[in-house]
């Protein structure tokens, strides 16, 4: 009873740990976004002052470097939730400032049970590995794949990331590479996968680790 009640106190804490940093992630993306457009009105006069002179190779260099801020900015995924769309899109903002190459196609189909909140602590935990194996490896050889979506009659998780050497299972799980929590973060994703009645399935090969999630469709 003891032993329950201090598992139970730590996931409590872990998951306050964990919306609280991914709240501090999204908070960082959205100043951002809020910088670029409150900087909007400057830059159009900047552009109009510019064409006024007639410089026009510097008007398409301002262009071309706002073109490239706002895509930086704005590349966001939009899976049809917007609780998993900040934590999902802060994640790969992180990504993004570490050199790491992301590509990402989700999309939640209708009729999956999962809450967002249980979703949030999946691809959370998921992704931060991925992020910390790849910080890792030199800038060249890093990279994340990430699909959500349908599969058959089943809501389909996928991850894959850029890894250094093969990785020790301990039980059904990996052997944390870097203590308790790390190791706590997957067993949290497979304690909400069997919450739901699902599969979660983890690969590790020497260069790549890869993550597998199935759960029924209502």
Not at 12 to 32: G, I, N, P, R, W
Not at 40 to 55: P, T, V
Not at 148 to 159: D, H, P, S
Not at 173 to 198: P, T
């Amino acid at each position: 009873m003891l032993f329950q009640k201090w598992i139970d106190k730590r996931i409590e804490a872990y998951q306050s740990d964990l919306l609280k940093k991914y709240c501090d992630e999204v908070e960082s993306m959205y100043t951002k976004m809020r910088g670029w457009r409150h900087d909007y009105h400057n830059h159009i006069q900047a552009l109009q002052a510019s064409m006024a002179l007639g410089k026009y190779d510097e008007v398409n260099d301002y262009l071309r470097s706002l073109n490239d801020d706002l895509t930086n900015v704005d590349n966001v995924i939009k899976t049809g939730r917007v609780m998993v769309d900040a934590i999902l899109n802060g994640k790969m903002n992180i990504a993004a400032q570490n050199d790491i190459r992301v590509n990402a196609k989700a999309k939640i189909p209708d009729g999956t049970p999962v809450t967002d909140v249980d979703l949030c602590v999946i691809i959370g935990n998921l992704l931060d590995n991925a992020v910390e194996e790849n910080k890792k490896l030199p800038a060249d050889d890093r990279f994340i794949r990430i699909y959500i979506g349908q599969k058959n009659t089943q809501f389909y998780l996928a991850f894959t990331n850029a890894a250094g050497r093969k990785l020790n299972k301990r039980g059904r799980l990996f052997a944390s590479q870097k203590g308790v929590d790390h190791g706590f973060g997957l067993s949290r994703v497979e304690s909400v996968v069997n919450k739901y009645g699902g599969l979660f399935s983890a690969d590790s090969e020497d260069g790549g680790f890869t993550a597998e999630i199935l759960i029924p469709l209502d």
